[in-house]
């Protein structure tokens, strides 16, 4: 079974920082691709930022320029660093990851969310 851990969230002003981190942990073959995805209240999913098992990222447009993500491969982890928060960014933060198990299927996965909150 494979496990994502996601910690970071919580409560920060507009224009403050913060940084989510998200472990993964289990048995696997290999994590491909690492994602931070994000739903508002009322709202879809969306991607927010996503980075390949080779270092290649892409971003939503909202967050360019403002947020940065990036892996620890030895440790399994991704982060996702976020600056110049706005009050749009409020949403909760889920941690995704694609997988290849140890027979060498790949699945997705889910974190179980954090919250972040933007204030004015």
């Known amino acids: 079974q494979v496990q994502l851990v996601e910690s970071g969230g919580g409560l920060v002003q507009a224009g403050g920082s913060l940084r989510l981190s998200c472990a993964v942990s289990g048995r696997f073959f290999s994590i491909n691709d690492l994602g931070w995805y994000r739903q508002a209240p009322g709202k879809q999913r969306d991607l927010v930022a996503r980075i390949t098992s080779g270092g290649t990222t892409n971003y939503a447009d909202s967050v360019k320029g403002r947020f940065t993500v990036s892996r620890d491969n030895a440790k399994n982890t991704v982060y996702l660093q976020m600056n110049s928060l706005k009050p749009e960014d409020t949403a909760v933060y889920y941690c995704?990851?694609?997988?290849?198990?140890?027979?060498?299927?790949?699945?997705?996965?889910w974190g179980q969310g954090t919250q972040v909150t933007v204030s004015s």
């Open positions: 995704n990851a694609d997988v290849t198990s140890t027979y060498f299927y790949k699945s997705q996965y």
